[in-house]
């Protein structure tokens, strides 16, 4: 027969493999499963960021050469330049006449017209005539359009 006392250490024993700190394998699933859940909503949201950051950057780009070209034409006895090119290094740093998605800007001298010259990035599919272009003279800074 035994005596309680070892009974009492056979009990605490017992009691301390069953409450031994850890995480369960359902509490690891649990937090491995909103992990993935987080990731994936990541995954959509950011290219969406990215496309909204560039259309601002490209706007922002064109309202800085818009201003060059500006302070050209009052250089220049009001002629606008040629290309954007001409605007290099007196007026614009190199790398300003490509718009957010590497490519270079349409840019016209239109002499005679309301607006002096165009100034258009293609946007996104890189393509020009597409409703994704960015025109500066009909663009707001405010919206995405």
Do not use: C
Request: hydrophobic share 40%; proline share 6%; net charge positive.
């Amino acid at each position: 027969m035994s005596t309680p006392s070892l009974d009492i250490q056979i009990a605490r024993r017992t009691t301390k493999r069953m409450a031994r700190p850890g995480f369960s394998l359902i509490e690891l699933t649990a937090v491995l499963v909103i992990l993935g859940l987080l990731m994936a909503g990541a995954a959509i949201a950011v290219p969406k960021q990215i496309q909204k950051a560039r259309v601002r950057v490209t706007k922002t780009s064109m309202t800085t050469i818009k201003t060059a070209i500006n302070t050209y034409m009052a250089d220049h006895a009001g002629v606008a330049p040629a290309t954007v090119a001409e605007l290099i290094p007196s007026y614009i740093e190199q790398g300003s006449e490509i718009d957010a998605w590497d490519r270079p800007y349409y840019y016209r001298a239109t002499p005679g017209t309301a607006n002096p010259f165009e100034l258009i990035s293609s946007g996104n599919d890189r393509e020009f005539q597409t409703p994704d272009d960015i025109d500066l003279w009909k663009m707001n800074l405010k919206t995405g359009n």
